[in-house]
């Protein structure tokens, strides 16, 4: 890999990196928190708007799914443009759709208030897209010697952003009605992206490879698609991290998605065991549910980064590897935030009940062990030149692509933290 696409973490202090940690870790708690208060009181609105269960599951899905397909458009452009400046979009773009969001209920007409609702939640996905890749891309050239462990943490944020938002949400409701709630959060949004964009210490790096040519080999290299888990996270994620920094991830992967399909029979619990509901059960499968989803998340950032390193670290500098991979890493979150609320809404609709579905979802998870221990011996006994086949002719085709550009664009330099 060409020295000047290498990041130059010498420029960076112990105090710098702990600043990275200390707005990272404060920023994934907001967001999260941002992004799941509404949960308690807008089901509620919604329906005295006359909005059925679907369309509001819908309304959920938006977000996640806006948020998916623009990761992978900020993963690509994100080595030219500044990251603090990605950030910063990022934060004010989701303040100003979730202040919006908030005066949603003064429109009277059902669907025009389903279209805005659509909208906003839209462009809040887009700006989620914006900070949460910048931030993966951004911990992956800061951290590199601990990076699981240092991602493990800022999900442990994650998770109590979700567990906050709901009840903080509620609180807010009742003492102001629906306005309060994202009037608070925006300003906070909005105080987060001042924060990022005079405190956040500066780097310097230099991009000569083109990342749309790394996307699209990425894709059609097994080894990083495993990262196929749904978004979840637990507050076990900073031991997994530090676990993950020492051990083999591909292992644990397998381990978590196993346990975790364990976990969700009996959350149910599914219908074929002889097993009651109660209280003790449910708390049982939950820390189950949660442990074994940090064991399976956590790891995979690491994994798929350190495969697609070793796989094309000699061919693209080292700041194009992390923002494709985390552009990718945070799309397939995405995905899982999708179809969550599009599946919880719909079962009514098939008569699907609570056990069957958490049993089946157990099932389809065991599922992804079974394909990540498949690619995972394919990735061993396929030589590599067969691997690199399947990209011949994507590589032909930049190549000319290339050959056409100038010499400026080649070489184009822009800072990373400016």
Same mark, same amino acid.
């Given at each position: ?6 990041? #130059?973490? /010498? ?8 600043? =990275?940690?200390i *707005? &990272?870790?404060?920023?994934? @708690? !907001? ?12 089901? #509620?609105? /919604? ?8 369309? =509001?599951?819908? *309304? &959920?899905?938006?977000?996640? @799914? !806006? ?5 992978l ?16 979009a ?10 919006? @969001? ?11 208030f ?15 897209a ?9 911990v ?7 990076l ?6 800022l ?33 906070i ?7 990022i ?72 619990p ?6 009651s509901l ?19 998340i ?11 390193k ?46 069957w ?55 184009e ?6």
């Amino acid at each position: 890999m060409a020295d000047s696409g290498t990041i #130059q973490e /010498a420029q960076l202090t112990k105090r710098s990196r702990i600043i =990275i940690l200390i *707005i &990272f870790s404060c920023i994934y @708690f !907001t967001t999260t928190a941002a992004y799941s208060l509404l949960a308690p009181f807008f089901p #509620q609105v /919604a329906n005295q708007k006359g909005l059925q269960p679907l369309e =509001i599951g819908l *309304i &959920f899905a938006i977000y996640p @799914f !806006t948020k998916g397909l623009t990761s992978l458009v900020i993963g690509v452009i994100l080595p030219y443009v500044s990251i603090i400046y990605l950030l910063w979009a990022g934060l004010f773009l989701e303040a100003s759709g979730t202040l919006l @969001f908030g005066f949603l209920p003064n429109i009277l007409d059902k669907t025009t208030f389903t279209v805005f609702c659509f909208i906003i939640r839209g462009i809040q996905g887009i700006g989620a897209a914006s900070y949460q890749t910048s931030a993966y891309a951004c911990v992956a050239s800061v951290f590199t010697s601990s990076l699981s462990s240092t991602v493990g943490m800022l999900e442990t944020f994650t998770s109590l952003g979700f567990m906050a938002g709901p009840p903080i949400g509620g609180l807010l409701y009742k003492a102001g009605g629906f306005q309060l709630p994202f009037i608070v959060t925006a300003f906070i949004l909005i105080l987060a992206s001042f924060i990022i964009a005079f405190t956040m210490p500066r780097m310097q790096y230099s991009v000569t490879t083109s990342p749309m040519h790394l996307l699209r080999r990425l894709f059609v290299f097994p080894s990083v698609m495993i990262i196929v888990a749904p978004a979840a996270f637990g507050l076990f994620s900073t031991v997994v991290g530090i676990l993950a920094d020492k051990f083999y991830t591909r292992p644990m992967i397998v381990i978590g998605s196993l346990l975790m399909g364990i976990a969700y029979q009996f959350i149910g619990p599914a219908p074929y065991l002889p097993v009651s509901l109660t209280v003790t059960q449910s708390i049982l499968a939950s820390i189950g549910s949660g442990i074994s989803l940090a064991v399976c998340i956590i790891p995979s950032y690491t994994d798929a980064l350190k495969s697609a390193k070793d796989r094309f670290g000699q061919d693209y500098d080292e700041i194009v590897i992390n923002s494709v991979t985390s552009g990718i890493f945070s799309a397939s979150l995405a995905v899982g935030q999708i179809f969550g609320p599009l599946i919880a809404s719909a079962s009514p609709d098939f008569n699907v009940s609570f056990d069957w579905i958490t049993s089946i979802f157990g099932f389809v998870i065991m599922g992804q062990a079974i394909i990540v221990i498949l690619l995972t011996i394919a990735e061993k006994i396929m030589p590599g030149q067969n691997l690199n086949r399947r990209t011949s002719l994507i590589s032909e085709e930049d190549n000319c692509k290339e050959n056409n550009t100038s010499d400026i664009d080649k070489e184009e330099t822009r800072p990373i933290l400016t």
